[in-house]
Nanobody, 115 residues
């Protein structure tokens, strides 16, 4: 059974930083593409960043140059370093992995950017 547990959300001022973590279990972590999504009420869930098992990454245009996704395959953990945060980054952030065509999600962690 796939389990994803996010942590690291919180309240931060504009321009600040947060680091999200997602600990995975129940999968062969090192071979899986790991994703971070975010969602605000009334909107669809948005893909923020992805990272392959080998460390290649992709980002949504809205976060390029500000967010960095990384992973530690020894710890089965994926991270999202968020810098220069903006008000519009406020959302619930979810960790995601697709295994055999099925999506698994964490419980989500709230990130609020506010002055």
């Amino acid at each position: 059974q796939v389990q994803l547990v996010e942590s690291g959300g919180g309240l931060v001022q504009p321009g600040g930083s947060l680091r999200l973590s997602c600990a995975a279990s129940g999968i062969i972590f090192s071979i899986r593409i790991m994703n971070w999504f975010r969602q605000v009420p009334g909107k669809e869930r948005e893909l923020v960043a992805s990272i392959t098992g080998g460390g290649s990454s992709n980002y949504a245009d809205s976060v390029k140059g500000r967010f960095t996704i990384s992973r530690d395959n020894a710890k089965n953990t994926v991270y999202l370093q968020m810098d220069s945060l903006k008000l519009e980054d406020t959302a619930v952030y979810y960790c995601n992995v697709k295994v055999r065509g099925l999506d698994s999600w964490g419980q989500g962690t709230q990130v609020t950017v506010s002055s």
